[in-house]
């Protein structure tokens, strides 16, 4: 499911043990039926471009299933790893901050012969666990911790209209793949260095419960032009493994140009051409491609033409950049000469 906070959401909880229609039942809820023990619950790890899939994490699920957890077939299960030298000692090349461990539950197998019940109880104590495999799968937004929540948030202060536009066009994608034409949902998004391009697409993916896959485009251009496109190519296949996700292509301008930076590389546009309009994806979860650049006027005319739309983000007004302020310094005691005022209207830049 996604999440639009700007939206209104309406949730209905049903206590465990009654049936929708029924009249609740008055009185104490000390005797309230507990849901049955899971014997053995099986689970696959979600690939994620944020951890290595195939680590080995005993201790964390160990320490997770210390705590008896209710467990569904199909639910993913969101494991924190901040502070697991475990998980320090699987990720060493990939380690950025602390990410979520995601497990979807394959298969649950009771303890006692029983109707199918809508949830088990898996513990250490009773439970035998098994690590089946991976596989893809959405995964639900979860905010980072102990970290400041203008980075983790749905609605980064002065970024809201974006992120909310970039959620319009990719949105469909997710939910009417069968009328779309082959290739990926594709966004250039344009605006000055630092104005927050990257903080506005992870808002969308977190919303859109999508894995965020970021790839510098620099890294991109080899020493010749059979090379970048092999380079290109590995790319798209790496994030179809991720899938769903958004692939970023930071600095988009620098594919297509000859190493000169003045000609263009036709066969390297050519690619990314057919890569972004033809392309048929080999995975039953969708690819969307975020190209990002802060020089718009540099990037080849035939690569601009290759993405659906374009999203531009432009420099803060000086209310929203006192509106990230705000969120930057809401965990920090701020003396009283602080004015955030003041620092958002001396902070004012011209776009260039």
């Given at each position: 499911?996604?999440?639009?906070?700007?939206?209104g959401?309406l949730?209905?909880?049903?206590?465990?043990?009654?049936?929708?229609?029924?009249?609740?039942?008055?009185?104490?809820?000390?005797?309230?039926?507990v849901?049955?023990?899971?014997?053995?619950?099986?689970?696959?790890?979600?690939?994620?471009?944020?951890?290595?899939?195939?680590?080995?994490?005993?201790?964390?699920?160990?320490?997770?299933?210390?705590?008896?957890?209710?467990?569904?077939?199909?639910?993913?299960?969101?494991?924190?790893?901040?502070?697991?030298?475990?998980?320090?000692?699987?990720?060493?090349?990939?380690?950025?901050?602390?990410?979520?461990?995601?497990?979807?539950?394959?298969?649950?197998?009771?303890?006692?012969?029983?109707?199918?019940?809508i949830?088990?109880?898996?513990?250490?104590?009773?439970?035998?666990?098994?690590?089946?495999g991976?596989?893809?799968?959405?995964?639900?937004?979860?905010?980072?911790?102990?970290?400041?929540?203008?980075w983790?948030?749905?609605?980064?202060?002065?970024?809201?209209?974006?992120?909310?536009?970039?959620?319009?066009?990719?949105?469909?994608h997710?939910h009417?793949r069968?009328?779309?034409?082959?290739?990926?949902?594709?966004?250039?998004l344009?605006?000055?260095?630092?104005?927050?391009?990257?903080?506005?697409?992870?808002?969308?993916?977190?919303?859109?419960?999508?894995?965020?896959?970021?790839?510098?485009?620099?890294?991109?251009c080899?020493?010749?032009?059979?090379?970048t496109?092999?380079?290109l190519?590995?790319?798209?296949?790496?994030?179809?493994?991720?899938?769903?996700?958004?692939?970023?292509?930071?600095?988009?301008?620098?594919?297509?140009?000859d190493?000169?930076?003045?000609?263009?590389?036709?066969?390297?546009i050519l690619?990314?051409?057919?890569?972004?309009?033809?392309?048929?994806?080999?995975?039953?979860?969708?690819?969307?491609?975020?190209?990002?650049?802060?020089?718009?006027?540099?990037?080849?005319?035939?690569?601009?033409?290759?993405?659906?739309?374009?999203?531009?983000i432009?420099?803060?007004?000086?209310?929203?950049?006192?509106a990230?302020?705000?969120?930057?310094t809401?965990?920090f005691?701020?003396?009283?000469?602080?004015?955030?005022?003041k620092?958002?209207?001396?902070?004012?830049?011209?776009?260039?």
């Amino acid at each position: 499911l996604s999440c639009d906070p700007l939206e209104g959401s309406l949730l209905t909880i049903q206590r465990y043990g009654e049936a929708a229609g029924v009249q609740e039942i008055k009185g104490s809820r000390s005797l309230l039926s507990v849901p049955p023990i899971a014997k053995e619950l099986h689970i696959e790890i979600v690939t994620s471009p944020t951890y290595n899939t195939k680590g080995i994490y005993d201790r964390i699920l160990y320490q997770h299933f210390q705590t008896p957890r209710l467990v569904q077939e199909n639910d993913i299960l969101c494991l924190p790893t901040v502070g697991h030298p475990e998980f320090l000692e699987e990720n060493s090349t990939k380690f950025v901050r602390w990410p979520e461990l995601c497990f979807r539950v394959k298969r649950i197998l009771p303890a006692e012969k029983i109707q199918q019940s809508i949830g088990y109880l898996a513990d250490t104590q009773n439970t035998s666990l098994f690590l089946v495999g991976s596989t893809n799968s959405a995964i639900p937004s979860f905010p980072s911790h102990n970290g400041c929540s203008f980075w983790s948030s749905l609605s980064p202060a002065g970024l809201c209209s974006a992120v909310k536009q970039l959620c319009d066009i990719l949105g469909p994608h997710l939910h009417n793949r069968e009328i779309l034409l082959n290739g990926s949902g594709s966004i250039l998004l344009s605006g000055p260095s630092g104005v927050g391009k990257i903080t506005a697409v992870k808002a969308a993916c977190s919303r859109l419960n999508l894995h965020f896959f970021k790839v510098n485009c620099v890294a991109l251009c080899g020493d010749t032009s059979g090379s970048t496109e092999v380079k290109l190519h590995n790319a798209f296949s790496e994030a179809e493994f991720y899938s769903p996700c958004v692939l970023l292509m930071k600095d988009i301008e620098l594919l297509g140009r000859d190493r000169d930076g003045y000609g263009e590389d036709s066969r390297v546009i050519l690619a990314l051409r057919h890569l972004l309009l033809e392309k048929e994806i080999n995975t039953s979860y969708p690819v969307l491609v975020v190209g990002t650049t802060s020089k718009l006027a540099d990037v080849p005319s035939d690569v601009q033409t290759a993405f659906l739309h374009e999203v531009k983000i432009e420099v803060p007004t000086e209310e929203q950049r006192k509106a990230i302020l705000n969120m930057l310094t809401q965990n920090f005691s701020l003396g009283k000469e602080v004015s955030l005022t003041k620092l958002a209207q001396q902070s004012a830049v011209s776009e260039f």
